[in-house]
């Protein structure tokens, strides 16, 4: 019995051995490992002085203009673009505009992209030593004197259009309805819109009025009434255009000698067989 007991239990150690081998091992977790923050402290760094050549004024100014005027650089499409702005806006202003009134429109600097093809337009003006930039109009008219003087300096009563007026003059039109007021110049205007379209010197008096003289000239002559005035037309040879031509009562004309009608004649046709041939008309 021990014998056998003895060996039993060795063989359940075995198998506990055995078994153990096999089994997984428990995971072990370890822990990361913090650092202390160690703490710098920057290096001081010295101011370095700022050189200035000009006054603490002009350096205000200087930098205030160079952040305000970003240089652009522009090409093509965008470049002609701008260029059409700035003529617009130059057109715009009856004097001439300093150069950087234009830079503030456009917000950049037009100094090194912009001004070179300014000044190869035939309309635009430039002054290097005032930095001005001006529209010149094609008649060169800027003022109600400019505008009175060039109507009667002008050969014939050819007047002007208010459209050129305006290519170098935008506030034109106010001028234009007062000097229409003060009788100085005639004004022909749009029937819708009611707009001065053309403009002539005025060398009458005050328009709308009439002389009494010649209300007098008017009311002396008669003008005849009804078919008398018809038939006087028609005897001065006009034509009434009121009434028909065919209804027109006309006076007899006198007695006119008919011309007679002269009796025709035939050609006479084979002359040269006249002693053969026989007459045979008065058969028929």
Same mark, same amino acid.
Request: glycine residues 4%; charged residues 25%.
């Given at each position: ?15 506990? $051995?055995? &078994?153990?081998? %096999? +089994?997984?091992? !428990? ?10 923050? #160690? =703490? ?25 203009? $160079?952040? &305000?005027?970003? %240089? +652009?650089?522009? !090409? ?10 700035? #003529? =617009? ?46 529209? #010149? ?148």
């Amino acid at each position: 019995m021990t014998d056998s007991f003895s060996a039993q239990i060795n063989a359940f150690k075995k198998s506990l $051995k055995t &078994s153990s081998s %096999t +089994l997984p091992s !428990a995971r072990r977790v370890v822990e990361p490992v913090v650092q202390p923050k #160690v =703490e710098t402290q920057p290096s001081p760094v010295k101011p370095q002085p700022i050189k200035r050549d000009l006054d603490e004024d002009n350096y205000a100014e200087n930098s205030i203009a $160079k952040r &305000s005027k970003p %240089t +652009l650089q522009l !090409a093509g499409s965008l470049l002609s673009t701008q260029l059409l702005h700035a #003529v =617009e806006y130059i057109k715009q202003h009856d004097n001439p505009i300093p150069l950087s009134s234009l830079e503030r429109y456009l917000s950049y600097d037009v100094a090194q992209n912009l001004l070179p093809l300014l000044k190869n337009v035939n309309r635009i003006k430039y002054d290097p030593n005032l930095k001005t930039l001006e529209y #010149v109009s094609l008649h060169n008219i800027r003022s109600s004197a400019d505008l009175l003087g060039f109507l009667r300096a002008q050969p014939t009563f050819k007047g002007i259009s208010v459209k050129d007026l305006r290519d170098g003059w935008p506030s034109c039109l106010a001028s234009i309805d007062e000097l229409e007021a003060d009788n100085k110049i005639l004004v022909l205007r749009t029937k819708k819109e009611n707009a001065p379209r053309l403009v002539w010197p005025n060398y009458g008096g005050k328009l709308n009025v009439i002389d009494e003289e010649f209300v007098a000239m008017w009311n002396r002559i008669k003008i005849p009434e009804g078919d008398d005035l018809q038939l006087q037309l028609v005897e001065n040879k006009l034509k009434p255009t009121s009434v028909d031509p065919s209804s027109i009562r006309r006076k007899p004309a006198a007695n006119q000698d008919k011309k007679q009608k002269r009796p025709r004649r035939g050609k006479i046709t084979n002359t040269h067989m006249k002693g053969i041939l026989k007459d045979y008309s008065s058969r028929v």
